[in-house]
């Protein structure tokens, strides 16, 4: 009741307040230094429970939650190694946000690849040969302040390295200035070693990408498996000892035959990442709008993905359910609301009817001295 009296009033007295030539309304509201339309006690009590209310009150907006249930060291290259040593396999998913990037890094990853897919999961885009270096740096800076403690890689976008080791260089150097990320990634085999050594001898560890590489879907004549023959797989055996031996510190191997990726993976000294590639690569990689259902059913999901969860299902129960309890007028529930001093609203309220009272009479004694 109070809420709707208060509401009520200030629509109306707000036009009245806004007139501000009423004599009435002048002497109301102070005139001198020490008038005042609230008595100082009230102006005092409104203070202070202002002051409690900024104290306690958490933004609604605010991105951080609670610290990850489980505290880890944060991953670099030596903890990667270590684990391709031991034979531990790798984690590594997609992130193109805070939000995304903030979850995998509560699930444990121990890499996060904020990856050109971004080009469709989260900008509509119809493929990854679409979206810009300045786009991607901007999801970067996004992930990067979520992301503590996994391994973060930059997916270096169609166009951006492929002119020249130089330009390659360049463009990873804003990946990790601007982007704030720990390591590249690049798409191609023998052919990107020069570029791959250019970019570690700077320092930057990169991540190669061999098997389907999606920047190239029209030399490959779409999104076709890798490796399928002999002649193909000798390949793609080659493509992965030129980036191994140019630096690259683990690499991807995607859509390839799980026997070709598990035979190149046994000759290799740095890990191998598969996506679809079976499970006898060093560790996995999925995009993970794709892996949680950020898309409604019907969807086309390539053959190697698995389905995790359910988030389209879930968020479109949740906002019908807001909508529905919106338009009802369940929400928001009391609970939902910000107290006020039952003595401060009644206060509120009864100067405001008494400014109002003020103005009318003011204006009725204006129009009687206009008759006369």
């Known amino acids: 009741m109070h809420k709707q009296v208060t509401s009520s009033l200030l629509r109306r007295s707000s036009c009245l307040l806004s007139k501000g030539s009423s004599n009435a309304t002048k002497q109301l509201l102070g005139a001198g230094a020490g008038a005042s339309l609230l008595t100082q006690q009230h102006q005092n009590q409104a203070q202070s429970y202002q002051h409690v209310t900024i104290q306690t009150r958490q933004s609604s907006h605010s991105p951080m939650g609670l610290p990850p249930t489980t505290p880890r060291k944060k991953v670099t290259l030596n903890t990667l190694q270590s684990m391709h040593k031991k034979g531990e396999k790798i984690t590594m998913i997609t992130a193109h946000d805070f939000p995304s990037a903030h979850v995998a890094e509560h699930a444990g990853m121990d890499m996060v690849l904020v990856g050109d897919s971004l080009a469709m999961v989260a ?150 990442i598969g996506i679809g590639a079976g499970n006898g690569t060093s560790g996995q990689v999925l995009v993970q709008a794709d892996m949680a259902g950020n898309f409604p059913p019907g969807r086309f999901l390539p053959k190697f993905v698995k389905k995790y969860g359910d988030v389209w299902g879930e968020t479109l129960r949740a906002i019908e359910s807001y909508r529905d309890e919106v338009k009802g007028g369940q929400y928001p529930a009391e609970e939902h609301t910000y107290p006020m001093p039952k003595e401060e609203v009644e206060a509120f309220v009864g100067d405001v009817r008494r400014l109002m009272r003020a103005n009318a009479s003011a204006e009725a004694e204006g129009d009687g001295e206009k008759s006369a």
């Open 123 to 272: 900008l509509g885009m119809e493929d990854t040969s679409e979206v810009l270096v300045e786009e991607m740096l901007l999801h970067c800076r996004s992930v990067a302040r979520a992301t503590s403690r996994a391994f973060t890689i930059g997916d270096m976008p169609m166009g951006s390295y492929e002119i020249s080791p130089q330009q390659a260089l360049s463009t990873a150097i804003r990946f990790i200035k601007e982007g704030r990320m720990s390591a590249v990634k690049l798409e191609g085999g023998a052919e990107m070693a020069p570029t791959i050594r250019a970019i570690t001898t700077a320092g930057i560890p990169v991540l190669a990408h061999i098997g389907l590489t999606p920047q190239r879907q029209n030399a490959l004549g779409g999104f076709r498996v890798q490796g399928k023959s002999k002649e193909s797989a000798k390949r793609l055996l080659r493509d992965a000892l030129a980036v191994q031996e140019a630096g690259a510190f683990a690499m991807v191997v995607e859509a390839v035959p799980q026997e070709v990726a598990s035979f190149i993976t046994g000759l290799l000294k740095v890990p191998t």
